[in-house]
């Protein structure tokens, strides 16, 4: 099991982790670094990833829209004839 706690009062975590850690079969305790996340709840890392991603993309991994609308009509299709 994993559990996450989140603390506001950083200066609990020296409590909590030693609590943690007379648990028996506690594993590892360890701390992450704050995330930091836009407004809408997506973490900034996820976005970073993603930008990076698009950069590494060449004309040759694109399709059309309509080549893109095609396949999805098609997908539509094959789902529908397997009920």
Request: proline share 1%.
């Amino acid at each position: 099991m994993l559990v996450n706690i989140e603390l506001e009062n950083a200066e609990d975590f020296v409590f909590i982790k030693q609590l943690l850690e007379k648990i028996k079969g506690v594993k590892s305790v360890c701390v992450k670094e704050e995330e930091e996340f836009y407004e809408d709840g997506t973490p900034k890392w996820f976005i970073d990833k993603l930008a990076d991603y698009a950069d590494s993309l060449e004309e040759k991994d694109m399709i059309s829209k309509k080549d893109f609308f095609k396949f999805i009509d098609e997908e539509i299709c094959r789902l529908n004839s397997q009920k």
